[in-house]
């Protein structure tokens, strides 16, 4: 008899190991850079972007195909030009089973307007914001704002009782190398809960069974596991080690497509690649001619018209990207196809130009580049070095992990810079309020002007669509004139994964795993 009950809890033990693990769903997903914080108003960069919204949610949220829907608010209605109230769910729980209320909105949204918050001027239109009853919230706004929800849609709420409790009211400050909990550790809504973080190792999401939301994924796990050497990632999903890439190298797509395991999507991206350069400094940290050759604006177009773009989209980029006139890209509010024209490769007007600036001779300069953050970054930086030797500009290349690339920028540090800026707003306003508003936070070009700063005030608060599209426009054209940036092309992103793993892609290269399935 105990021998026959022994077989018996055996046979069961193994029917229930064998059901679990036929039920447990995992992805192992990799990308060559981590996220650069769990705080999820510290840092207002993709790939920290693509983790806080697994794990935080938002009043509103782009769906799968962008278009702004209810999240944490079922409605909205505008009361007057200026003022906002948003309905919220009342079955909305925290992963730690506490309640979230309207008090948390409130919190969450003035923390993110709080000095060390990366997403201040997201909201800056944003005046005051206060809990009407527990599940209503007032937004007033200084002036009309047309693109409200677009901003509040990267906003992600927190809870009010845990960031107290863990000595977190205010963001981290990312800028300074502060660490606090919430830097490393996450609490929200969302259909994820993160349970191990190791930056730039490991990140596990678990499946938060507290979550509001139909559960339309069967995934019970996430293992973010970033690869910094394409290789080596490609390799890791090749070999099965890893179940999607969301970054594959384009180097890399025939070898992953032609493999009977695996697949590759890919899409334009929202996001453009560009250089900048320091135009404020008297002269250049890293140059050789005692002044800033940056300042004169014959200058900024011989290094413009030395690039060779379709060189670089057909060597560097293997066809996938698009050569950019501006920083922004279609389906953007106040982007057109005229706009986005490039001045003309020309080498001999680039030596020109660069003569009659007082430089034939050129000059020296250091160009900074992070080398795990945008595709082929490092390499599209070693083949600008090369095409701007050829007009005489000697340019050393300086590539570093992003991490620090963006904080160095952040510090002043550079003369000569790659960056790449995404729309997640879908609206010239982000791109002009970041990278070229005086003193913007992102504006290391160091560019001010009186008529943009005013259009920029235009977009911000008018209503009437065409007016608001003039100013849209006159802003394009002054910023393009000036060349305060060298546009090199808008990113195509590709993502390959195991042909059993359905994980859509969407433009803002974020994943949505709450709409993933492992098959």
Same mark, same amino acid.
């Given at each position: 008899m105990k021998f026959t009950n022994l077989i018996k809890f055996l046979l069961a033990t193994l029917i229930i190991f064998a059901s679990n693990n036929a039920i447990a769903k995992t992805i192992k997903w990799s990308m060559q850079g981590d996220s650069l914080t769990l705080d999820p108003h510290a840092q207002n960069e993709g790939p920290t972007t693509q983790v806080s919204r697994q794990i935080y949610e938002a009043l509103v949220t782009r769906g799968l195909d962008m278009s702004i829907g209810p999240q944490l608010a079922t409605k909205w209605k505008a009361v007057d030009p200026n003022t906002w109230y948003f309905y919220l769910r009342d079955d909305v729980k925290f992963s730690n089973g506490q309640k979230?209320?309207?008090?948390?909105?409130?919190?969450?949204?003035?923390? @993110?307007?709080?000095?060390?918050?990366?997403?201040?001027?997201?909201?800056?239109?944003?005046?005051?914001?206060?809990?009407?009853?527990?599940?209503?919230v007032q937004i007033k706004t200084s002036k009309p704002n047309p693109i409200l929800l677009?901003?509040?849609?990267?906003?992600?709420?927190?809870?009010?009782?845990? @960031?107290?409790?863990?000595?977190?009211?205010a963001p981290q400050n990312w800028d300074a190398g502060q660490e606090t909990f919430s830097a490393t550790n996450a609490m929200g809504t969302g259909p994820f809960k993160i349970t191990l973080r190791e930056p730039n190792t490991k990140t596990v999401f678990k499946k938060n069974g507290k979550w509001w939301g139909n559960v339309e994924h069967n995934i019970t796990e996430i293992q973010l596991l970033p690869i910094k050497n394409a290789a080596t990632r490609v390799a890791a999903l090749l070999s099965g080690e890893i179940d999607i890439v969301t970054d594959a190298p384009v180097q890399d797509l025939a070898r992953i497509s032609s493999s009977g395991g695996h697949k590759v999507e890919s899409t334009p991206q929202m996001r453009t690649i560009f250089l900048g350069m320091d135009q404020a400094a008297d002269k250049l940290r890293t140059g050789n001619t005692g002044d800033n050759p940056f300042k004169k604006k014959e200058?900024?177009?011989?290094?413009?018209?030395?690039?060779?773009?379709?060189a670089i989209k057909k060597k560097v980029m293997r066809g996938l990207s698009e050569p950019a006139g501006i920083i922004t890209f279609p389906g953007v509010t106040g982007y057109?196809? @005229?706009?986005d024209k490039r001045l003309p490769y020309d080498v001999d007007a680039a030596k020109?130009?660069?003569?009659?600036? =007082?430089?034939?001779? =050129?000059?020296?300069?250091?160009?900074r580049c992070p080398n795990d953050r945008y595709v082929n970054d490092e390499a599209i930086c070693t083949a600008v070095v090369g095409m701007l030797g050829k007009i005489g500009?000697?340019?050393?290349?300086? @590539?570093?992990t992003k991490s620090k690339h963006f904080k160095e920028l952040k510090d002043n540090q550079g003369d000569f810079y790659m960056l790449g800026w995404g729309v997640p707003t879908l609206d010239s306003h982000y791109v002009f309020h970041y990278l070229y508003e005086s003193g913007a936070s992102w504006n290391k070009v160091n560019f001010s002007d009186s008529d943009v700063d005013a259009a920029i005030r235009v977009m911000e608060g008018e209503v009437d669509l065409d007016k608001r599209n003039a100013a849209i426009a006159k802003a394009w054209k002054i910023v393009r004139d000036n060349i305060a940036y060298?546009?090199?092309?808008?990113q195509v992103i590709s993502w390959a994964s195991k042909s059993n793993v359905?994980?859509?892609?969407?433009?803002?290269?974020?994943?949505?795993?709450?709409?993933?399935?492992?098959?």
């Amino acid at each position: 008899m105990k021998f026959t009950n022994l077989i018996k809890f055996l046979l069961a033990t193994l029917i229930i190991f064998a059901s679990n693990n036929a039920i447990a769903k995992t992805i192992k997903w990799s990308m060559q850079g981590d996220s650069l914080t769990l705080d999820p108003h510290a840092q207002n960069e993709g790939p920290t972007t693509q983790v806080s919204r697994q794990i935080y949610e938002a009043l509103v949220t782009r769906g799968l195909d962008m278009s702004i829907g209810p999240q944490l608010a079922t409605k909205w209605k505008a009361v007057d030009p200026n003022t906002w109230y948003f309905y919220l769910r009342d079955d909305v729980k925290f992963s730690n089973g506490q309640k979230m209320t309207s008090e948390d909105v409130v919190f969450s949204i003035l923390r @993110a307007k709080q000095p060390t918050s990366d997403f201040k001027e997201y909201i800056s239109t944003i005046s005051s914001v206060k809990a009407i009853d527990d599940y209503t919230v007032q937004i007033k706004t200084s002036k009309p704002n047309p693109i409200l929800l677009n901003q509040l849609s990267n906003i992600f709420v927190m809870s009010k009782q845990w @960031a107290t409790d863990n000595f977190a009211i205010a963001p981290q400050n990312w800028d300074a190398g502060q660490e606090t909990f919430s830097a490393t550790n996450a609490m929200g809504t969302g259909p994820f809960k993160i349970t191990l973080r190791e930056p730039n190792t490991k990140t596990v999401f678990k499946k938060n069974g507290k979550w509001w939301g139909n559960v339309e994924h069967n995934i019970t796990e996430i293992q973010l596991l970033p690869i910094k050497n394409a290789a080596t990632r490609v390799a890791a999903l090749l070999s099965g080690e890893i179940d999607i890439v969301t970054d594959a190298p384009v180097q890399d797509l025939a070898r992953i497509s032609s493999s009977g395991g695996h697949k590759v999507e890919s899409t334009p991206q929202m996001r453009t690649i560009f250089l900048g350069m320091d135009q404020a400094a008297d002269k250049l940290r890293t140059g050789n001619t005692g002044d800033n050759p940056f300042k004169k604006k014959e200058v900024r177009q011989a290094l413009y018209q030395a690039i060779d773009i379709e060189a670089i989209k057909k060597k560097v980029m293997r066809g996938l990207s698009e050569p950019a006139g501006i920083i922004t890209f279609p389906g953007v509010t106040g982007y057109t196809k @005229a706009l986005d024209k490039r001045l003309p490769y020309d080498v001999d007007a680039a030596k020109k130009l660069l003569a009659d600036a =007082g430089y034939p001779d =050129g000059f020296d300069v250091e160009l900074r580049c992070p080398n795990d953050r945008y595709v082929n970054d490092e390499a599209i930086c070693t083949a600008v070095v090369g095409m701007l030797g050829k007009i005489g500009v000697n340019v050393s290349l300086f @590539a570093q992990t992003k991490s620090k690339h963006f904080k160095e920028l952040k510090d002043n540090q550079g003369d000569f810079y790659m960056l790449g800026w995404g729309v997640p707003t879908l609206d010239s306003h982000y791109v002009f309020h970041y990278l070229y508003e005086s003193g913007a936070s992102w504006n290391k070009v160091n560019f001010s002007d009186s008529d943009v700063d005013a259009a920029i005030r235009v977009m911000e608060g008018e209503v009437d669509l065409d007016k608001r599209n003039a100013a849209i426009a006159k802003a394009w054209k002054i910023v393009r004139d000036n060349i305060a940036y060298l546009p090199l092309h808008h990113q195509v992103i590709s993502w390959a994964s195991k042909s059993n793993v359905d994980v859509p892609i969407r433009p803002n290269n974020e994943p949505l795993f709450r709409f993933s399935r492992v098959n």
